[in-house]
């Protein structure tokens, strides 16, 4: 009987998910454009370009972009020239100027969205820190780590020369896809070579000048993969479908992902949370950690700064104490 229960709600949940994706990737209705409210990607949608209040998604079932504003509103459906047109006629129509000076660029974490990232980026606008702050949303259950990173760096192609200076923050997962851009040097197959360390330096990702690199803060990263992940993730086919590459990644392919994976070609400090004991919040992992990640899994080689705070994994995003050292840090940038 379990059984048939079983696979009864495993059918359910795939079909309903099937629908999602139709309804998600449905265009605009109608020869003109008409904003219609989203609910902002995550699932099928990734971040390609940001200026100023506007970012354009594209589906990665579709390929087909969207033009959306701050709140999630779309404004334009189609290819990403019909999107960009559309931007550029919006700008000149609101007398919106050129982007320039500092950025930030943002990633949540696993299963996540960029929702998560709203209070650490009211936090840093409300302290100035950077002319532009980009919480970055990508499909991070439905996509290797490979391929946000790529994603990752459209975004940063996309940003004009005026900016001048580029700073990344990435919890959890996020750090990771971050990590993996910023790995090197990398060939044109995004291959590390054995001892990244001693080329860092000299290092500079497609597209992405050294100059224009500012600092890389890490919250909570699974550095050494996530030991929840490893015990909790199978793979079974729909708990694979529902968790996705990414998820075995971090957890029982670990040990190719980590091959993968170089040090950050720019100064980066990582921020830990844990208890502070031998034991952590989660029996599941040993010594300490903070529910997901054990404190110790989050250590790299090269990092300028290492801080733990006795936090869960999630809090890390919430707490202010965790945020003022995030803005002492990139302030070293010289903002």
């Not at 209705?29 to 970012?55: A, C, N």
């Not at 006629?89 to 982007?99: A, S, T, W």
């Not at 996540?112 to 840093?124: G, P, V």
Request: one cysteine or more; proline letters at 6%; hydrophobic letters at 35%.
């Amino acid at each position: 009987m379990r059984k048939v229960v079983s696979v009864g709600l495993e059918m359910f949940i795939t079909v309903c998910l099937i629908v999602f994706y139709v309804l998600s990737a449905a265009p605009l209705q109608g020869s003109e454009p008409r904003p219609v409210k989203t609910f902002g990607g995550s699932l099928l949608w990734g971040d390609v370009l940001f200026d100023s209040d506007w970012h354009i998604q594209q589906n990665i079932k579709t390929d087909s972009c969207r033009l959306l504003d701050s709140k999630s509103v779309q404004y334009a459906f189609g290819s990403f020239e019909e999107c960009k047109e559309r931007l550029e006629q919006m700008k000149i129509d609101e007398g919106v100027l050129p982007m320039s000076g500092c950025a930030v660029i943002i990633l949540h974490g696993y299963a996540s969205n960029a929702s998560m990232l709203r209070k650490l980026a009211d936090y840093l606008k409300e302290n100035k820190t950077h002319d532009h702050i980009f919480c970055m949303s990508y499909p991070s259950t439905m996509q290797p780590i490979l391929e946000h990173s790529k994603r990752l760096q459209q975004v940063v192609d996309n940003l004009p020369p005026t900016i001048r200076r580029i700073d990344f923050i990435g919890h959890s997962l996020g750090s990771i896809v971050i990590r993996r851009y910023l790995s090197g040097p990398l060939d044109e197959n995004w291959q590390v070579p054995p001892n990244p360390l001693e080329y860092r330096k000299t290092f500079s990702p497609a597209g992405l000048l050294p100059s224009r690199i500012g600092q890389f803060v890490m919250i909570g990263p699974p550095n050494h993969g996530a030991e929840l992940a490893k015990k909790m993730i199978g793979k079974a086919p729909l708990r694979r479908f529902l968790t996705g590459k990414s998820g075995d990644e971090l957890g029982t392919d670990w040990d190719e992902t980590e091959k993968s994976l170089g040090i950050p070609c720019c100064r980066f400090i990582v921020i830990a949370g844990g208890k502070g004991d031998d034991k952590g919040y989660s029996s599941l992992i040993p010594d300490d950690d903070d529910g997901i990640v054990s404190t110790e899994g989050t250590k790299l080689e090269g990092a300028a700064q290492w801080k733990c705070f006795p936090l869960k994994h999630g809090e890390l995003l919430q707490n202010t104490e965790v945020f003022d050292v995030i803005k002492k840090i990139l302030s070293l940038s010289g903002g």
